[in-house]
């Protein structure tokens, strides 16, 4: 692999890596592991623990797959290895 | 106009849609049946996706779920969510930059086995089979209730237009009748609950009223009177109910995302968009698409248990006369779903959590999506809605399986390994050939629910999970990983998983209460075997690891082919190679 193909793919992992911690501290953190503290807090009607749980968590997930697609489309463009426009 | 006309209208004019959509984008090449021609744009291919992953499970049976677990209905709802996340960054733009048309044809070019490629046919066709009986009895209790004609006719009618549509179009016409499908059953799944959040709230927008005040002027948040209610006849409280321990639901949720990520009808979609960056972000729309529902479905699963409390018990001591229930009471204990039995001979109806004194013996979980409008006396059309937009999830679903496995047989199996040499024109025929007789063994099993139908979506989902995940991962994020260590990895994964499942076959499978797939049955005993797939997936790395350790690193060409992959320029539509 060329160096900077090699590159291009580190940041892509540590990009993943980035976004993968987001996902478990939304879902599995918030939602799960920690919802009995979280559930002291309200957020209007909604416990807060319960709300990442139900509702939050995939608001969050939506927000990080387009920040994902956004953030590659610009690193595809700094390694000059963007598809050609057909 | 009576329920019935309305019904038969709106069942009927959604059917005539997807025909006339069938007949506009018929497909002529293997191309355009497999991949729709690489030709779709990302918020199309977003909305399709939304309409082939959301099933007659997400539409019927999810909210359902949650109005009785309350917080524990969470694991469905992060779970089917959040896989999109892993699949966004960690298959779909590889996947789709390698550029061929099904799940297994990758497997097989990776490993560069013949022997991975069929491991991966055979569990794309388990899990889609056992995936798609629930649709045909999704559709045919949508019809037998609604329309009410017998089960089998309904179940033989939902064949027939997936037959149309699906065989003549392809991924083409499936594409494009999935998108109709998805507007249909977002706009029925979300007007009830506008409706019923209004009255119930005053807030039309289901995701905040959730979080409103009830509209009687009492000031008090709609979840904490939901709480009191539950809690005063004895069951769980709704907002911190858990679904077993802490750990089931761990597992639970991971296996749920896992399973979600590796679902091959789910990722063959992704082939079908010109590029990868189209590819990453028609991943974001069809998370959009499907957040729209399962942001919704709380607030149903909310509302229609307090509108069911509030029916049965309209204030504290004050029990509904049996005599005078309503009629949407009749129409479903008329289907065995719902039954009363009057304990204490008092004429009343009591709903409590004490087997002793609880009168509503049955309350099945499917119901409360499909009575819910009736439940909150909305117009009839707004019923009339739902039944076309529960047949919309069941066959849009159906037909997206039914494609995944056509497509494996026809193009892994004939083309790939037994009939090198088949002609385009014949591979496109086999296709429609062996499409047709996955519908008819699909509707036999329909018909005919095999012991194992209770535990499908266990099945469907652990061996995604424990099988075609990791081995599409390792693939990709792994140059070295060898053949042999894939397919010992897959088999050692699905093993265990499966082994898993089939132990509690006969513990699981009561009869008559799988309805779409139930999963209850599965949660008295220990791990619940949904939970199981993470566990599967982990024996699949682990095993998978040690056999490369042993026999060796993927040759130069494979590792190269890897680094191909890997970064999105010089990518072309999907085709041959």
């Known amino acids: ?86 | 106009m009576d329920l019935k006309t309305l019904t038969y209208i709106a069942v009927f004019s959604s059917f005539g849609l997807y025909f006339a959509i069938a007949w506009w984008a018929r497909a002529s090449s293997t191309s355009e049946f497999y991949a729709a021609g690489g030709h779709v744009g990302p918020v199309a291919n977003g909305m399709a996706i939304g309409a082939d992953w959301m099933s007659a499970a997400s539409f019927i049976s999810m909210a359902g779920l949650i109005s009785f677990l309350g917080y524990g209905g969470s694991v469905f709802l992060m779970g089917w969510t959040g896989g999109y996340v892993l699949l966004a960054m960690l298959l779909a733009p590889y996947l789709r930059k390698h550029g061929k048309f099904t799940v297994p044809e990758f497997i097989g070019d990776r490993y560069y086995s013949k022997a991975a490629r069929i491991v991966a046919v055979a569990c794309l066709i388990i899990a889609s089979l056992t995936y798609i009986i629930g649709q045909m009895k999704g559709v045919g209790v949508a019809f037998s209730r609604f329309l009410e004609v017998d089960y089998g006719l309904g179940l033989g009618i939902g064949m027939g237009v997936v037959w149309v549509y699906a065989v003549m179009g392809g991924m083409k016409g499936i594409t494009y009748t999935q998108i109709a499908q998805y507007c249909v059953l977002i706009f029925a799944y979300t007007v009830p609950a506008v409706f019923i959040s209004l009255h119930l709230t005053g807030n039309p927008i289901p995701q905040l009223g959730l979080g409103s005040t009830m509209a009687d002027g009492s000031g008090v948040y709609l979840l904490d009177k939901l709480d009191l209610v539950v809690t005063d006849l004895g069951f769980k409280e709704y907002t911190t109910a858990k679904l077993g321990n802490g750990i089931n639901m761990f597992a639970y949720t991971l296996s749920l995302m896992i399973g979600t990520a590796g679902l091959p009808h789910v990722i063959m979609r992704f082939f079908t968009v010109p590029s990868v960056k189209a590819a990453r972000a028609s991943a974001g729309y069809a998370l959009v698409f499907i957040a729209l529902l399962y942001t919704v479905a709380p607030a149903v699963g909310a509302m229609a248990r307090m509108n069911l409390m509030n029916t049965i018990e309209p204030s504290p001591g004050q029990n509904l006369v049996y005599d005078e229930r309503p009629q949407w009471f009749k129409d479903w204990e008329k289907t065995g779903l719902l039954e009363f039995e009057d304990k204490n001979g008092d004429g009343k109806i009591q709903y409590t959590a004490d087997a002793e004194t609880n009168e509503m013996i049955k309350v099945d979980r499917d119901i409360m999506v499909l009575a819910n409008p009736a439940i909150a006396n909305l117009p009839n059309w707004v019923i009339a809605l739902v039944a076309a937009g529960g047949l919309a999830a069941a066959l849009s679903t159906a037909a997206g399986l039914l494609l995944a496995i056509s497509s494996s047989i026809s193009h892994d199996l004939m083309k790939g390994i037994l009939t090198p040499n088949i002609s385009e024109k014949n591979e496109l025929l086999s296709s429609r050939i062996v499409m047709t007789l996955a519908i008819l063994v699909s509707g036999y099993l329909g018909l005919n629910p095999p012991g194992f139908a209770a535990g499908t979506v266990a099945l469907a989902f652990g061996l995604a999970a424990s099988s075609i995940f990791p081995a599409l991962m390792m693939g990709i994020f792994s140059k070295k990983i060898s053949g042999h260590a894939a397919v010992a990895g897959m088999c050692s994964g699905i093993g265990v998983t499966m082994l898993y499942v089939f132990q509690h076959k006969g513990i699981m499978f009561i009869p008559g209460t799988a309805f779409l797939g139930d999963m209850e049955a599965n949660w008295f005993f220990g791990i619940s075997p949904n939970a199981f797939g993470v566990v599967g997936a982990i024996v699949n790395f682990t095993v998978a690891f040690i056999v490369s350790k042993i026999t060796g690193p993927a040759p130069k060409e494979i590792q190269q082919l890897v680094e191909n992959f890997r970064i999105p320029s010089g990518a072309g539509a999907a085709h041959h190679h």
């Open chain 1, 1 to 86: 692999m060329s160096t900077n193909n090699s590159s291009y793919w580190r940041e892509n992992l540590r990009l993943i890596f980035k976004c993968l911690i987001v996902w478990f501290v939304v879902s599995f953190g918030c939602g799960l592991l920690f919802v009995e503290e979280l559930n002291t807090i309200r957020l209007g009607g909604y416990k807060l623990g319960f709300w990442f749980a139900q509702q939050g968590s995939i608001y969050v997930f939506v927000a990080l797959v387009f920040y994902y697609s956004h953030a590659m489309n610009k690193l595809d463009a700094k390694y000059g290895v963007e598809e050609s426009e057909e």
